[in-house]
């Protein structure tokens, strides 16, 4: 079975100071990895996710993660956050090519002026 | 290009009672996975649905069910309501059954008195 751990519940950040959330994961098998974004009262938005290939993979909005097996994580980090970064981020993994998304507990990014 | 639509988007029943949530996929896909995010946990999933057959299921208990339909939308339906079912819940679609791109709608937010 698979697991994420979230380490972080609340990260708070001063505007424009860079920013890491952590992520760890636990699997027996090969996985895909994912970062979602969730604002208030709004569903998950994907933000970034490693399939293969590359270990560092980018959003459009500046964040980047990078995927290292052999400390089993997929750290999300932004070399500059912004008010609106403000929000939700759950980490979540599945087997490759299987079908259920298993989540983090999730960190709350807050970005204050 | 139409994304995932849940509907309604807030719901209060009693305890005891039974609820249908509904989903609407996004156009293309033919696969709708349903998750329970409680309040400040990240979510769980419950079981998703391909060509109108379910295809894997969390650990949520019989009183849980769902339907898709040929249209690929999908209902979830909780019988026997109790207090601990209050949560958001999330509908994704994804194509062939994977999860290398699931999108979700924005919730329903269930609670229960």
């Known amino acids: 079975a698979q697991s994420v751990t979230q380490l972080d519940s609340q990260v708070p950040v001063f505007e424009e100071a860079p920013v890491e959330l952590r992520c760890n994961y636990s699997?027996?098998?090969?996985?895909?990895l994912f970062w979602y974004v969730q604002y208030p009262n709004q569903g998950l938005q994907l933000l970034l996710k490693y399939l293969s290939g590359s270990t560092l993979v980018e959003s459009i909005n500046g964040f980047e993660a990078e995927f290292n097996k052999s400390q089993t994580s997929f750290h999300l980090r932004k070399p500059s956050v912004h008010i609106s970064d403000t929000a939700e981020y759950f980490c979540?993994?599945?087997?490759?090519?299987?079908?259920?998304?298993?989540f983090g507990t999730g960190t709350r990014l807050l970005v204050s002026p | 290009e139409t994304g995932v639509t849940q509907s309604p988007t807030h719901l209060i029943k009693t305890r005891g009672q039974q609820v249908t949530l509904r989903c609407s996929s996004q156009s293309g896909h033919n696969t709708v996975s349903w998750y329970q995010q409680a309040l400040g946990q990240g979510p769980q999933f419950i079981f998703q649905?391909?060509?109108?057959?379910?295809?894997g299921r969390g650990n949520f208990p019989p009183r849980f069910s769902g339907l898709q339909f040929p249209n690929y939308s999908s209902e979830l339906n909780v019988n026997a309501l109790e207090l601990d079912d209050s949560a958001l819940y999330l509908c994704a679609s994804s194509l062939e059954g994977m999860n290398t791109e699931a999108f979700f709608g924005q919730g329903t937010r269930l609670t229960v008195v």
């Open positions: 699997s027996s098998v090969s996985v895909y």
């Open positions: 979540a993994v599945t087997p490759s090519g299987f079908q259920k998304l298993v």
């Open positions: 649905y391909y060509r109108e057959e379910e295809n």
